[in-house]
């Protein structure tokens, strides 16, 4: 905490370069929640710009209840509330993205079969995962790979941490019975 202190101090004293460090450290974040809730991929980009204009902006009312990383993801979800809302686009819809900034999950020590194999187990899974609600799409990606605890989650989405545990489980169980109609267990 102390050092996101000293981050927080340095911004707020002019330090831009100490602002591209915030960035860089919440990029991540910041997109993984934009890419999950916004369908559009042109408004996207957009999106996290405005994100981070709202972080700098509201910087000095920081108060430290919460992790930074937590009120940025919680900035970046309200954004994203506020940008469907103006656009009346359906939230809860199955939205499927193309997103090609996916990350795929791999074994380094793996051979090329194996990588091939993980990457291409990887595809199925994120389409899967794109089919998915938005709200599912962003609880699964915030705990999974940005390995958030439901606190934080419950905190970013402003819904009671029992209804994050809830979705989560509703949207594991919702990709086990989509893979499992697709693929057999050995497939996978």
């Known amino acids: 905490m102390t050092d996101q202190k000293a981050l ?3 911004i707020l004293a002019g330090d831009q370069k100490a602002f591209r460090t915030l960035i860089t450290q ?20 957009d999106i996290c710009q405005e994100v981070f204009l709202k972080v700098y902006r509201h910087l000095p009312n920081f ?11 919680r900035i ?28 795929p999950v791999t074994d380094e020590s793996a051979g090329p079969e194996q990588l091939l194999a993980q990457k291409e187990i ?5 389409n899967e995962i794109d089919r998915l609600p938005a709200v599912y799409k962003t609880i699964v990606t915030l705990y999974h790979l ?16 029992g209804t994050v545990k ?14 499992l109609s697709k693929y057999r267990r050995e497939e996978l």
């Open 8 to 10: 927080v101090q340095q």
């Open 26 to 45: 919440n990029q991540r974040l910041v997109y993984h929640i934009v890419f999950r809730m916004v369908p559009s991929p042109s408004d996207r980009e």
């Open 63 to 73: 108060r430290f209840d919460s992790k930074l990383s937590t009120w940025i993801g």
């Open 76 to 103: 970046s979800h309200n954004t994203c509330l506020n940008f469907l809302d103006k656009k009346k686009l359906p939230l809860y819809d199955d939205l499927a993205a193309d997103d090609d900034n996916r990350e």
């Open 122 to 126: 990887s595809g199925i899974l994120q």
């Open 146 to 161: 940005n390995q958030m605890s439901y606190a934080e989650i419950a905190d970013i989405m402003k819904m009671p941490e």
């Open 166 to 179: 809830s979705y989560l489980f509703r949207a594991r169980k919702q990709l086990k019975t989509g893979l």
